[in-house]
């Protein structure tokens, strides 16, 4: 197999997105299960970090066109979430960036030659609409913040896992 390039991409992107649903929590089980996606995203990248250093080097461009797919998902992010703040809509802040998140996984996916993003940037539009429809649904950000950010946080982690060769490895293990 060969060595994916950008391997800690959707896993640290995972453990920031475990960090905004873990937010939404109370205090005690919120630290706790905070502290256990902190552990779960160092995991994933300290087995990454083993089994393929820094990665195959990305295409000439590739690092610009990264960057710029990055950069330009957290402005819009921020964007977004000030203007729905203004308009009073801030509850749908986190689901947009879901969905931000998730439109912005589909030029990566052309640029990493990866299909597996294609596939977690349709799952996170998905959860992006339907954390717009329970933050309207419902009072508070266990919903829209809590369930959006951690489902987010555990999509991109199995997507890291499934790119980078760790759940095939995994598979093997449990079939011997």
Do not use: N
């Not at 800690?8 to 205090?27: D, H, K």
């Amino acid at each position: 197999m060969r060595h994916p390039t950008v391997p800690y991409l959707e896993a640290l992107a995972g453990g920031a997105w475990w960090v905004v649903g873990a937010a939404a929590l109370s205090t005690g089980p919120g630290t706790v299960i905070l502290a256990a996606g902190l552990g779960v995203t160092a995991g994933l990248v300290v087995a990454l970090r083993r089994r393929h250093g820094a990665g195959e080097p990305l295409p000439p461009g590739g690092r610009t066109k990264l960057l710029q797919c990055v950069i330009g998902a957290i402005v819009l992010v921020a964007i977004a979430s000030t203007l729905l703040g203004m308009v009073s809509l801030g509850e749908l802040a986190v689901p947009l960036a879901c969905a931000i998140t998730g439109g912005a996984l589909f030029p990566l996916s052309a640029l990493l030659d990866d299909r597996s993003l294609l596939a977690a940037g349709g799952a996170l539009l998905v959860l992006g609409a339907v954390g717009a429809l329970l933050a309207l649904d419902s009072a508070g950000a266990l919903y829209p913040q809590g369930v959006v950010g951690m489902i987010a946080g555990l999509v991109l982690w199995i997507t890291a896992a499934a790119r980078t060769g760790l759940l095939a490895e995994a598979q093997g293990r449990v079939r011997r």
